[in-house]
């Protein structure tokens, strides 16, 4: 049985960096071909793609974010920690953490976490 | 904006059928496959439909998913109240080399 659970800050000020925790069971991310990925959504919006961590420690990051996230992986702790730096109100969002079947589709999502930037 | 189109919205009477379409390109939806989420109100997405046309343990056949050339198309038979949700399709994208989502479609049962 999978689970995830995001966990975290809920309010930053802006410029400073968001540090984001998936702590997961039922999997193991030393796994072939299994990944953590990062999924926001911004209040009334879409869901927005942002990173993805493999078994092999290959990351992926949304171009447009790419030089402001960083994701790393802790195995024997099962979790994931996603930091992403210069905060602005615009990234006020749920972060949701999903795991990624082998080469595929993202099968379980965590309940995800609110995120509000304000000062 | 989303590198996937799907509409706004769509609606039907309960019982009766909605088609909610998501259109790519050859880098996404193209050469990959097409997974759908279904997010009910204040809930996590769920996955609805993987590997184009293929529905995970539980999820009736009421929901369907096809895969044509650089679109893919959802459809919701027998629609039902509890059906009321966003809907999301996803797929990768070698162009961007990561992940990417439509911009979702509102289904309402009137």
């Known amino acids: 049985h999978i689970t995830l659970k995001e966990s975290g800050p809920t309010l930053v000020k802006p410029t400073q960096t968001l540090t984001l925790t998936c702590t997961f069971s039922g999997f193991s991310l030393s796994s072939s071909g299994v990944g953590v990925g990062w999924i926001r959504q911004s209040p009334g919006k879409a869901l927005e793609w942002l990173a993805l961590?493999?078994?092999?420690?290959?990351?992926v990051y949304s171009p447009s974010l790419k030089s402001r996230l960083t994701i790393t992986k802790d195995t024997s702790k099962k979790q994931v920690v996603l930091t992403m730096t210069k905060m602005d109100p615009v990234d006020t969002a749920t972060y949701y953490c999903?795991?990624?079947?082998?080469?595929?589709?993202?099968?379980?999502w965590g309940q995800g976490a609110l995120v509000t930037v304000s000062s | 904006h989303s590198v996937l189109t799907q509409p706004p919205s769509v609606s039907a009477a309960p019982g009766q059928k909605v088609t909610i379409s998501c259109s790519g390109g050859s880098s996404n939806i193209g050469n990959n496959y097409v997974s759908w989420y279904q997010q009910l109100p204040g809930t996590a997405p769920k996955l609805l439909i993987f590997?184009?046309?293929k529905r995970p343990s539980g999820i009736p056949d009421r929901f369907s998913g096809s895969k044509s050339g650089t679109s893919a198309t959802l459809d919701i038979t027998g629609l039902q109240t509890g059906d009321e949700a966003d809907y999301y399709c996803?797929?990768?994208?070698?162009?961007?080399?990561?992940?990417?989502f439509g911009g979702g479609t509102k289904v309402t049962v009137l």
């Open positions: 996803g797929t990768w994208d070698a162009s961007l080399s990561g992940g990417v």
């Open positions: 961590i493999f078994w092999d420690d290959d990351k």
């Open positions: 999903a795991h990624k079947v082998p080469w595929g589709y993202f099968d379980y």
């Open positions: 590997d184009n046309d």
